[in-house]
C-alpha cells in the first residue's frame, strides 16, 4: 500500500510540475459538537481573502472542477477522472487555511486532498488527507509530514463532526520552531523543528498549496475492502474561504525579505513556539479520544519509535 502511494504521489506532482500554468478555473453559474472540544484558538487574523480564479490554477481534470459566483469551488470525481488545484504563490511560514466540505453519503474509496509541498527528490509536504467511508461510518483525516523527502509521518484522527454536512476549516501554523495543524482552531498535531537531533526540518524550500479528489479504493476505506460504488458519482468536495497570513517567496533563489535572518513576523512571536496550556489540553483530547493510528506508536513498522515523536507531544 505504501509504495503504490508513493508512485501516486510522485506521478501526481509530475504532472503537477508540467501542468502548474495550465488551464483556468472553469466557471458555472449546525452540526452538534456538544460535550467535545473546546471553540477555536485564533492565532492571526487572515490577511488575504484570496479568490480562487486568480490565485490558483487547474492542473488535472479541468472539466471536473466548477467555481460559482459566491467563491466556492467544486472538486468533482467520476468514473472518469477526478480533478486537482495549484496555487500561483509559494509560501514560506505563515498561516495557511482552507475551508472544506467533504463527499457527502457513500464516499467511499475516495480521497480528498488539501497539503502544502514543494518538489523534487527532497521536497517538503504537509498533508491533509480525507479517507471517505461507507454510509454512516465516519471519516479518517490522515495527515503527514514530509522533511527533506522523508515521509512516512501518517496520523490518523476520526473528526468530532460530520465533515460533510458544513464547511469547517483546515489551518497550519508554519513557523521556524514548529508546525501545528488545526481543524476549526483546534490543534490535532505539531511537529517540532528538531534539527538538533538531527531531524531535517521544513525551514529551506517555500511550498504552495494543493488540492485534488481521487480515485484511492486500493487502499483508503478499511484498507482497500470497500471500494467506490460509482453509482453515487459524481462525488462532490466543495472549497471556500482559502486565506493565508504567509511569507510569500516570489523565486526559488532568493530567500524573501521576510523570511530573512534577523526579520521577525507575528508568527515568530514567543507565544507561537509552543501550544498555550488550553491547546495542549485539546491537542490531548484529540490524542486520546480520536486517534485511530500513530505511526510513533506503530511499533511493527517502527520497533524503536522515531526521535521526533517524543518532542511532538
Given at each position: 500500500m505504501k509504495r503504490a502511494m508513493a508512485e501516486q504521489r510522485r506521478t501526481a506532482l509530475v504532472v503537477l510540475f508540467l501542468a502548474l500554468v495550465a488551464s483556468p478555473l472553469v466557471s458555472s453559474q449546525d452540526v452538534d459538537t456538544s460535550g467535545t472540544l473546546p471553540?477555536?484558538?485564533?492565532?492571526?487574523?487572515?490577511?488575504?481573502?484570496?479568490?480562487?480564479?486568480?490565485?490558483?490554477?487547474?492542473?488535472?481534470g479541468p472539466d471536473h472542477i466548477y467555481t460559482t459566483p459566491d467563491q466556492m469551488l467544486d472538486l468533482t470525481l467520476t468514473n472518469s477522472s477526478g480533478a486537482g488545484f495549484a496555487s500561483r504563490r509559494n509560501f514560506i511560514y505563515g498561516r495557511i487555511n482552507m475551508n472544506l466540505k467533504l463527499v457527502g453519503g457513500d464516499s467511499s474509496g475516495t480521497v480528498t486532498t488539501y497539503y502544502l509541498t514543494s518538489f523534487g527528490q527532497y521536497h517538503d509536504e504537509l498533508d491533509f488527507e480525507?479517507?471517505?467511508?461507507?454510509?454512516?461510518?465516519?471519516?479518517?483525516?490522515?495527515?503527514?509530514?514530509?522533511?527533506?523527502?522523508?515521509?512516512?509521518?501518517?496520523?490518523?484522527?476520526?473528526l468530532w463532526f460530520d465533515p460533510s454536512a458544513d464547511f469547517h476549516s483546515y489551518s497550519v501554523l508554519w513557523n521556524k520552531k514548529q508546525i501545528v495543524f488545526f481543524v476549526d482552531g483546534v490543534p490535532i498535531r505539531v511537529f517540532k523543528n528538531n534539527e538538533a537531533l538531527g531531524m531535517p526540518y521544513l525551514n529551506k524550500q517555500p511550498m504552495g498549496v494543493y488540492s485534488s479528489i481521487w480515485n484511492g479504493d486500493t487502499w483508503a476505506t478499511q484498507g482497500g475492502r470497500i471500494k467506490i460504488n460509482w453509482d453515487y458519482a459524481p462525488f462532490v468536495a466543495t472549497f471556500q474561504n482559502y486565506n493565508y497570513d504567509a511569507c510569500e517567496w516570489l523565486t526559488n533563489t532568493t530567500v524573501p525579505a521576510c523570511a530573512a535572518p534577523g526579520v521577525t513576523n507575528w508568527w515568530d512571536?514567543?507565544?507561537y513556539d509552543e501550544l498555550t496550556p488550553a491547546q495542549v489540553n485539546e491537542l490531548r483530547k484529540v490524542q486520546q479520544q480520536y486517534t485511530v493510528y500513530d505511526y510513533c506508536t506503530d511499533t511493527k513498522r517502527n520497533p524503536v519509535a522515531p526521535v521526533e515523536c517524543a518532542g511532538n507531544l
Open positions: 471553540k477555536p484558538f485564533a492565532t492571526s487574523a487572515p490577511k488575504n481573502f484570496a479568490d480562487f480564479t486568480s490565485e490558483f490554477s487547474v492542473y488535472w480525507f479517507l471517505g467511508n461507507q454510509s454512516g461510518q465516519p471519516y479518517i483525516l490522515q495527515t503527514n509530514v514530509f522533511a527533506n523527502g522523508v515521509g512516512e509521518r501518517e496520523q490518523r484522527i476520526f512571536a514567543p507565544a
